[in-house]
């Protein structure tokens, strides 16, 4: 009987799981193995999880699916784990809450004895501070850590080797960004911590309590994450530790604005209709705290604020969200249902 390994990698968009899962493939491949990788992706551009389903195997005839036993589970941002405890997104709660023995691997500055984990475990957590590490040397924010990770993957499973990884990751990246990207895999390795756990309490949500192979399939009838039971609560906290927010006064352009353009989420836009200075308004639900909306904005009216000050001393977000004003954008296609949400909710 052919033996299979299980790998679940998951992130935001835009953090690089795809490339790592194509690594994985090629080094596993090189070794002989068979391998299938299934990535599902979310529907927004930078603000939905990926799934990155990968088995390898040692017979060919992989079935191109969800991992039903994954044996390793690598989380790229670490309030994926807060999502799957919260079961505010069912493929995320599913793909992290069916590792029940083996390695969970955390991007996290945290020691792995202050990791939260959301359902029970029996093995191995590991963390290191991978956003950390590719920030400072490739220079991106929010910087893409699946080679990164994949550093540290090679010390904690030893399934493949460093060396092997860095010949991959310069096929992958000719030239300087791959040789940065082979230092932060490098460092990685050196850097990563582990404790062996073992977590008596399972505090899975009842329906991956109920959930058998059979009926998974029913997780695939969603065609939109933003349209799961429950999925904005917390969503875009996610990537999310700052907003920007908009000095009216400095508010200057009158025709396009080049931030509400640039938004990589389409979240931020001009509000002009019945206020006393025009301003820029952001979707609550979905902005990402990306920062590029402030970067360009021509007027330098905007500021990215930390979002727990704002908690503090605007909790409700007045000026800052898009719900004071939804009647006014409701024309918009992409705020047509919040309008009809809100009109109804009245009713």
């Given at each position: 009987m052919a033996e299979v390994?299980?790998?679940?990698?998951?992130?935001?968009?835009?953090?690089?799981?795809?490339?790592?899962?194509?690594?994985l493939a090629k080094l596993h491949a090189d070794q002989g193995a068979f391998?299938?990788?299934?990535?599902?992706?979310?529907?927004?551009?930078?603000?939905?999880p990926v799934i990155n389903y990968i088995k390898v195997s040692d017979a060919p005839g992989l079935a191109s699916c969800a991992n039903y036993h994954p044996t390793e589970v690598v989380v790229f941002q670490e309030e994926l784990l807060l999502t799957?405890?919260?079961?505010?997104?069912?493929?995320?709660a599913d793909a992290i809450g069916r590792l029940r023995q083996g390695v969970l691997l955390v991007n996290s500055p945290k020691p792995p004895e202050e990791i939260d984990l959301p359902y029970a475990l029996d093995g191995v957590v590991a963390?290191?501070?991978?956003?950390?590490?590719?920030?400072?040397?490739?220079?991106?924010?929010?910087?893409?850590?699946?080679?990164?990770?994949?550093?540290?993957?090679?010390r904690v499973t030893d399934s493949i080797g460093l060396e092997e990884l860095a010949e991959v990751i310069r096929e992958q990246f000719p030239g300087n960004v791959g040789e940065r990207n082979v230092q932060a895999a490098r460092e990685a390795y050196e850097q990563v911590q582990v404790t062996g756990v073992r977590?008596?309490?399972?505090n899975r949500p009842a329906h991956l309590q109920r959930a058998t192979v059979e009926s998974l399939p029913q997780y695939y009838q969603f065609d939109r994450?933003?349209?799961?039971?429950?999925?904005?609560?917390?969503?875009?906290?996610?990537?999310?530790?700052?907003?920007?927010?908009?000095?009216d006064a400095s508010c200057i352009c009158v025709g396009s604005c080049i931030s509400e353009i640039v938004c990589p989420d389409g979240t931020g836009f001009i509000v002009r209709q019945d206020l006393p200075q025009q301003g820029y308004r952001i979707d609550l639900d979905y902005c990402r705290g990306c920062g590029l909306c402030a970067q360009v904005c021509v007027g330098s009216a905007l500021t990215m604020v930390d979002e727990d000050q704002?908690?503090?001393?605007?909790?409700?977000?007045?000026?800052?969200?898009?719900?004071?004003?939804?009647?006014?954008?409701?024309?918009?296609?992409?705020?047509?249902?919040?309008?009809?949400?809100?009109?109804?909710s009245e009713g």
């Open positions: 390994k299980e790998l679940n990698l998951l992130c935001m968009s835009g953090q690089g799981s795809v490339q790592a899962g194509e690594a391998v299938s990788v299934n990535v599902y992706p979310g529907t927004r551009a930078r603000s939905a799957a405890r919260e079961n505010t997104h069912e493929l995320v963390t290191v501070d991978a956003t950390g590490i590719a920030q400072r040397l490739l220079g991106r924010n929010p910087p893409p850590v699946g080679l990164t990770l994949l550093g540290a993957y090679c977590f008596e309490s399972d994450y933003d349209e799961l039971p429950g999925y904005r609560r917390g969503s875009p906290w996610v990537w999310r530790d700052k907003i920007p927010v908009c000095e704002v908690r503090k001393t605007n909790p409700q977000y007045q000026q800052i969200t898009v719900e004071p004003h939804i009647r006014e954008v409701a024309s918009r296609p992409r705020f047509r249902q919040s309008a009809e949400s809100a009109e109804q």
